[in-house]
T-cell receptor
Framework: SQTIHQWPATLVQPVGSPLSLECTVEGTSNPNLYWYRQAAGRGLQLLFY??????ISSEVPQNLSASRPQDRQFILSSKKLLLSDSGFYLC????????????FGPGTRLTVT | QKEVEQDPGPLSVPEGAIVSLNCTYS??????FMWYRQYSRKGPELLMYTYSSGNKEDGRFTAQVDKSSKYISLFIRDSQPSDSATYLCAMTSNAGGTSYGKLTFGQGTILTVHP
């Protein structure tokens, strides 16, 4: 069966510090991968998605970036965090094929102080 | 106007009640519909996935899609305190290209089932 991992689970970082969040998927090959942010208020905002190694599409211009160095690894980064980057970051995967449901990881709660 | 509208609630019901959660949408290209359940401080969990008008049942959960009215619903029968969570609807078209598999989410409805 497929499993998705995210770490760290929680993170408190000062403004201006760098960020690296990691997501890995097990039990599937060539998944589509997604990064979302969920601010207080519950809505999910799509940040980045990737259909393959090295292929990244950005949905929202901001100081965040994403990379996919391996087939089942997705990394979210920032060089300098802003207060507005606080939120709940979720990674999701979707299998290659004709179905469209996405499966989410446990999330990383980021607080920028 | 948002592409997907969902009543944020909160919704509070007694145990055993039938719960109805609803979303409306404006984009007629949406063809695939999902319901997710999200417990506090956890990632969303997929509950139901449908791609045609009509009803789909899974245990106590029934997903209903009315494409002509651009309206989807999730019904929970015999609700339990463990159903207390935020419920998110999501949908997508089958467009490829740069919007590959992109989901559009509702804002979520907070549900509390009290004993």
């Amino acid at each position: 069966s497929q499993t998705i991992h995210q770490w760290p689970a929680t993170l408190v970082q000062p403004v201006g510090s760098p960020l690296s969040l990691e997501c890995t998927v097990e039990g599937t090959s060539n998944p589509n991968l997604y990064w979302y942010r969920q601010a207080a208020g519950r809505g999910l905002q799509l940040l980045f998605y990737s259909v393959g190694i090295g292929q990244i599409s950005s949905e929202v211009p901001q100081n965040l970036s994403a990379s996919r160095p391996q087939d089942r690894q997705f990394i979210l980064s920032s060089k300098k965090l802003l207060l507005s980057d606080s939120g709940f970051y979720l990674c999701a995967w979707r299998g290659w094929g004709v179905t469209y449901e996405q499966y989410f990881g446990p999330g990383t709660r980021l607080t920028v102080t | 106007q948002k592409e997907v509208e969902q009543d944020p609630g909160p919704l509070s019901v007694p145990e055993g009640a039938i719960v109805s959660l609803n979303c409306t949408y404006s984009n007629s290209a949406f063809q695939y519909f999902m319901w997710y359940r999200q417990y506090s401080r956890k990632g969303p969990e997929l509950l139901m996935y449908t791609y045609s008008s009509g009803n789909k049942e899974d245990g106590r959960f029934t997903a209903q899609v009315d494409k002509s009215s651009k309206y989807i619903s999730l019904f929970i029968r015999d609700s339990q305190p463990s159903d207390s969570a935020t419920y998110l609807c999501a949908m997508t078209s089958n467009a490829g290209g740069t919007s590959y598999g992109k989901l559009t989410f509702g804002q979520g409805t907070i549900l509390t089932v009290h004993p």
